[in-house]
């Protein structure tokens, strides 16, 4: 079996242990899936996130444990010559959200969420990707290429006969709303790719200079997002690059994409060309000693986590140990005595609720975002306890995946958010926001733009 993403790492895991229970084929895959040591607490409805299609179901199969299983039983020929369109491993994979939460509450730090991308390139073996996924997966270079495919969210939102179309012909819901782009990108917004502090204040010293990934997300969707984030660390007398092509690179056409999408639909390959691309913006800023900031916890979490699987090199070390969320940056630089930024009050009377996307959960981030809202002087947060919110990238718009989509977010998330009603909400995830606007009507900010209410005058 020749496997799509690199399993290495994996190399010695099980050796000498007479028990480990390593299938007979998949080399080092089959010894990644091996770590698993049976113990059931992924079957165990605890505080904390994974795994969420158990969680609402209560199916055994559904579960980490459960999924790790089946892949045993594939590996060891019990599923047949074609394992891999097994249905019952294909039932079982489908339901996985790659929330990255087995990661860190499994004692064994099963990672599901790479699991099931290897598992989608050995199905794609036997079955060509779907139009839909083509479509989502290759969201970033769809919208710079296709001006038509930005305004199909707004038109199939307004209409309900097209939606339906859109879910006969592609597969998307006609249940959910599709999110809108902004009408201008950020790229489109702003020429110049670098922000001087002394543009905006002059009573700070230069604290520094970093660099920032501006995802196909933020670019796209919500270029306010980044715009505050610049504001943010300007004010504390940071100079902002945004991470851009490199010039001589001969296939600079594309869009910079981390290629996250790619990766969790399956399409391993063309995410590795789009990693390699963006190796190559990050790596000069690294050289020159500048940290990456990432505002979309699933696209700078691929840079610093997926990419170790994709073989691109030692570029990928370098890269990744300067590779931060905004905020565990700030965080850092706060308790490093460089970000002196004293935020003032804002909305004193008013709750805030704080949901944790969860790739910022499976890296212990929401440390850090609980140490930067205390820098808000008298700000009242709660941040809640939720599993998966279940839009989970594209999986909620999807038809055969919509009503799970919004069973997850009603087994902690909206019930939480309904019981607050007039509490503002902060959410750092793309699709945890959009979840949030679908469920309960009422929409949510990224941190950085609450940081940049609170700035001072």
């Not at 089946?70 to 590996?75: D, E, G, I, V, W």
């Not at 950020?186 to 002394?198: D, G, M, Y």
């Not at 994409?257 to 790596?283: F, S």
């Not at 308790?335 to 004293?342: G, I, P």
Request: proline share 4%; aromatic share 6%.
């Amino acid at each position: 079996m020749k496997t799509f993403l690199d399993w290495t790492a994996y190399r010695d895991a099980g050796m000498g242990d007479a028990y480990a229970d390593i299938p007979k084929t998949g080399g080092d895959f089959a010894r990644a899936v091996s770590v698993c040591i049976n113990s059931h607490r992924c079957e165990e409805k605890r505080k904390g996130v994974m795994c969420p299609s158990f969680r609402v179901t209560g199916k055994v199969p559904y579960s980490t444990g459960g999924r790790i299983r089946l892949l045993k039983a594939a590996l060891n020929g019990g599923l047949g010559d074609s394992p891999f369109t097994d249905l019952m491993l294909a039932d079982a994979m489908d339901l996985c959200v790659a929330c990255k939460g087995c990661k860190r509450e499994c004692e064994s730090e099963v990672d599901m969420s790479m699991m099931k991308i290897e598992y989608l390139a050995q199905h794609y073996l036997h079955s060509k990707p779907s139009l839909r996924t083509r479509l989502l997966a290759n969201l970033s270079a769809n919208l710079q290429y296709y001006g038509c495919f930005r305004y199909l969210p707004t038109v199939l939102n307004r209409s309900r006969l097209l939606s339906r179309l859109a879910e006969l012909l592609l597969g998307l819901s006609a249940k959910r709303k599709l999110p809108e782009l902004a009408q201008h990108s950020f790229e489109k917004r702003h020429v110049n790719k670098t922000s001087h502090p002394q543009q905006i204040i002059n009573d700070l010293p230069l604290a520094g200079e970093v660099a920032l990934l501006l995802d196909t997300f933020t670019n796209n969707f919500c270029p306010e997002n980044a715009e505050a984030a610049i504001r943010v660390l300007n004010k504390a007398g940071y100079v902002v690059h945004i991470v851009d092509h490199n010039p001589d690179h001969v296939d600079a056409n594309p869009p910079l994409c981390c290629g996250r999408t790619q990766l969790a639909h399956g399409l391993v390959e063309a995410a590795r060309k789009n990693a390699y691309r963006m190796l190559e913006a990050l790596l000069p800023h690294v050289e020159a000693g500048r940290l990456i900031i990432g505002l979309e916890p699933s696209c700078l979490l691929a840079i610093r986590d997926d990419y170790k699987f994709l073989d691109l090199g030692a570029a990928v070390d370098k890269v990744a140990s300067h590779a931060v969320m905004f905020e565990e940056f700030i965080a850092r630089e706060t308790q490093a005595k460089r970000f002196k930024l004293n935020f003032e009050s804002i909305n004193t009377d008013v709750p805030l609720m704080v949901h944790g996307h969860c790739h910022q959960k499976a890296v212990g981030a929401m440390k850090s975002m609980r140490k930067v809202l205390k820098m808000i002087p008298e700000l009242k947060f709660e941040i809640i306890e939720a599993s998966c919110c279940g839009m989970a990238g594209s999986f909620g718009i999807e038809k055969e995946h919509a009503d799970i989509s919004m069973q997850m977010a009603e087994d902690a998330l909206l019930p939480a958010l309904r019981k607050t009603p007039d509490a503002r909400v902060v959410a750092n995830g793309f699709s945890c926001r959009h979840q949030i606007s679908e469920g309960v009507q009422r929409s949510s900010v990224h941190l950085a733009v609450l940081l940049d209410e609170a700035l001072p005058v």
